[in-house]
């Protein structure tokens, strides 16, 4: 079985950074798409960022220009580097991966990890 494993996240004031990363166990990482999810609370969970196997990224217009996806293949890590951050980016984030087909942002995730917080605080 997958499994994926989030670390990173915390606390920290509006303007500031937090990297956060997610390592993948039992998996064949360089096949498939990898997604950065989060649900704030009350709120439905929205795809944050993607990236393939060749390294295409995809965002969410809210975090373009502050957040970055990227991976380590020889390492199966994928991070999230998360700069700027604002109150709304407060949120638990998950990781997950597809072994589906398409474009990543298109697909469905069937591998989750457990999540990981942050806030963002005024």
């Known amino acids: 079985d997958v499994q994926l494993v989030e670390s990173g996240g915390g606390s920290v004031q509006a303007g500031g950074s937090l990297r956060l990363s997610c390592a993948a166990y039992g998996y064949t990482y360089g096949r498939y798409c990898m997604g950065w999810f989060r649900q704030a609370a009350g709120k439905e969970r929205e795809g944050v960022a993607y990236?393939?196997?060749?390294?295409?990224?995809a965002y969410v217009d809210s975090v373009k220009g502050r957040f970055t996806i990227s991976q380590d293949n020889a390492k199966n890590t994928v991070y999230l580097q998360m700069n700027s951050l604002k109150p709304e980016d407060t949120a638990m984030y998950y990781c997950?991966?597809?072994?589906?087909?398409?474009?990543?942002?298109?697909?469905?995730?069937?591998?989750w990890g457990q999540g990981t917080q942050v806030t963002v605080s005024t």
């Open positions: 990236i393939d196997r060749n390294g295409i990224t």
């Open positions: 997950a991966a597809s072994n589906g087909y398409g474009a990543c942002v298109n697909r469905a995730y069937n591998a």
